[in-house]
């Protein structure tokens, strides 16, 4: 599953933008999410931050609360 941040365009307001923000993975056999942030060529990387979850919650609250930076600049 992938988050995205959708926003008007800086010299263009009218239209929209989307960039992915963060991606989470379920594994099937585990039911533990991961999450995955991007690098500037657009391939996802595991967030070594926090370790796989069984709460999407926990990992969806690292993303909004970005300690690191890596999602929201």
Same mark, same amino acid.
Request: with cysteine; charged share 45%.
């Given at each position: 599953m992938t988050l995205f941040e959708r926003r008007p365009a800086i010299l263009e307001p009218?239209?929209?933008t989307e960039s992915a923000v963060a991606q989470f993975r379920l $594994?099937?056999?585990t039911s533990l999410w991961t999450l995955y942030?991007? $690098?500037r060529n657009g391939r996802w990387h595991r967030y070594g931050e926090v370790d796989s979850r069984p709460d999407l919650a926990d990992l969806l609250r690292e993303v909004d609360e970005d300690p690191t930076g890596i999602f929201w600049g």
């Open positions: 009218s239209v929209w $594994d099937p056999e942030c991007r $690098d």
